[in-house]
């Protein structure tokens, strides 16, 4: 019996810590955690609707600013837009993630033939929840639901009122490298005398991220939209660059271009600070 005691004391450890390292999953295993995740969040729709939602949830505030411009000689037509983006998220547990994002302040300067005009107002608020309902591996699936308010005085006689579910996937078969996507389903209406008009389109994500280091990654995704202006509203590659500074300090810069479709903007991009807590 005697000959049996140092044996099982070396089995114990690994016994012991095998559930753990079966648990483990892809978000347990990023490079930095106050590094950004997930596909680059400057789209074409108020706030973030449509821009995708990374998988892993995350307890963090961000600030950030994002520009749009619309630019049509030929009919004489020009729109510039830039918002001042407050967001923030919060794991209530593991596998649980409540967030919010509200376009304060939104300003637009429009000029048509000869006639100019500028608005400065408060913008659109989501917020939603995102459920990381499957593990296994290296592969993970969050399902997600976004809510976008009629806050916004863009329009003042039109309120809009809207709301998006999907579902995000994430692969990172080692922490320095992933591959993610998105598949939602938004819809919105006006909310005025006038008639509703509810619009509604699909966005499809994919993307692959890759960190040089601990405090450097680059995340390039493929964006296609369905549905809201045409069959085809466009077809949007983005680039995104994203740093960390310390444990808690993370920052993106973000651009999406689209190359085909009915979209009538020219770009769309921004710089986003965070700190994760």
Excluded at 34 to 62: I, K, N, S, W
Excluded at 79 to 103: N, P, Y
Aim: a positive charge; one cysteine or more; aromatic letters at 8%.
């Amino acid at each position: 019996m005697n000959s049996f005691r140092p044996l099982l004391a070396a089995l114990v450890p690994l016994l012991l810590a095998a559930p753990a390292a079966r648990a483990e999953g892809p978000c347990d295993t990023w490079v930095s955690p106050a590094l950004p995740e997930g596909p680059v969040p400057f789209g074409f729709q108020a706030a973030d609707v449509a821009t995708g939602r990374r998988a892993c949830p995350r307890t963090e505030v961000g600030l950030g600013v994002q520009g749009q411009a619309l630019i049509e000689t030929q009919n004489l037509y020009g729109a510039i837009t830039a918002t001042g983006l407050v967001s923030g998220s919060l794991a209530v547990r593991r596998d649980v993630e409540l967030f919010a994002t509200l376009e304060v302040p939104r300003f637009q300067y429009v000029q048509n033939a000869s006639l100019t005009g500028s608005r400065l107002t408060l913008g659109q608020l989501t917020v939603g929840g995102t459920w990381l309902g499957f593990t296994r591996g290296a592969f993970a699936l969050a399902p997600s639901v976004r809510l976008q308010l009629p806050t916004s005085f863009a329009s003042p006689r039109t309120r809009t009122l809207g709301g998006e579910v999907g579902a995000a996937v994430l692969y990172r078969p080692v922490p320095r490298f992933d591959v993610h996507g998105y598949a939602g389903v938004d819809a919105d209406l006006g909310l005025g005398a006038a008639a509703a008009q509810p619009r509604a389109g699909v966005l499809l994500n994919a993307g692959a991220e890759y960190a040089l280091c601990s405090g450097f990654a680059a995340v390039l995704d493929a964006n296609v939209r369905l549905g809201r202006r045409a069959g085809l509203d466009s077809v949007a590659p983005a680039l995104g660059l994203r740093f960390r500074a310390g444990e808690h300090f993370g920052a993106e810069l973000g651009a999406a271009l689209p190359v085909l479709g009915a979209e009538r903007s020219l770009v769309s991009g921004g710089l986003k600070l965070s700190w994760r807590l």
